[in-house]
């Protein structure tokens, strides 16, 4: 993927996170010259993987498949274990009309998608089974406070103000339908290293093409950070 793309998705969600009365808190607004020169004044940015996230899932097509999202904050796994600390984590994902997030469940996490604003955002949802493929069974969801039974395969509209939750081990893939939406998640530990399936063999993050300068950093850059 290449650089200019990833700028370029980060300046359209985010100013589609700010004309729906979402802004960001102040670290993912840094560009690379103005993050600080001290870990330790930003080591829960590290530690927790919070900022900016763009993908196109190794796919090489970032507008067919592909996601843009900010991380505001997370908790850890150890907190999670020990069942108090910070044992939560939340998103703002940016969708584009008939941009497909692939098929992928959690081995963890828990997750309550809600469509913040703009057009209606559609999700497949499918079992998964023991070996990883998709089951047959029906999906017990809970839309807002509604449970809802859908089967295997099918897709679940969420319009603006609505809400899924997804139980662990649920495979599910989405996309924008009518407008761009603007989506929160909200979930326990959120461990992108380890804890996502994907249905088909993908790429997390994207290999980068430094064709000009990062307006800002993402995710995938604080490996190369040196302290």
């Keep these: 993927m290449k650089r200019s793309e990833i700028n370029a998705a980060i300046e359209t969600a985010a100013a589609a996170f700010s004309k729906a009365g979402w802004e960001l808190p102040p670290f993912a607004r840094w560009s690379p010259s103005d993050w600080p020169t001290e870990r330790s004044e930003i080591s829960e940015v590290l530690d927790r993987s919070l900022g900016w996230d763009v993908t196109d899932f190794g796919n090489g097509s970032y507008r067919d498949l592909g996601l843009c999202l900010v991380t505001l904050r997370n908790g850890s796994l150890e907190d999670q274990a020990n069942g108090h600390g910070k044992i939560y984590g939340e998103k703002l994902l940016y969708v584009d009309v008939d941009q497909v997030t692939p098929l992928h469940h959690h081995r963890r996490k828990q997750e309550d998608i809600i469509n913040r604003s703009g057009g209606s955002l559609m999700l497949r949802l499918h079992p998964s089974t023991a070996d990883g493929d998709l ?3 029906d999906v017990e969801v809970v ?7 859908v089967a295997a395969g099918d897709t679940v509209c969420l319009e603006p103000g609505e809400s899924i939750s997804l139980p662990t081990g649920v495979y599910h893939s989405f996309w924008a339908v009518g407008a761009p939406v603007v989506a929160g998640e909200v979930s326990s530990v ?5 804890d996502n399936v994907f249905y088909e063999p ?3 993050f994207p290999d980068i093409v430094e064709d000009e300068d990062p307006i800002r950093l993402i995710v995938g850059d604080y490996g190369r950070l040196s302290w």
């Design 135 to 137: 089951g047959t069974e």
């Design 202 to 204: 993908l790429g997390r």
């Design 143 to 149: 839309i807002d406070v509604g449970h809802r039974t």
């Design 190 to 194: 959120n461990d992108d290293a380890a």
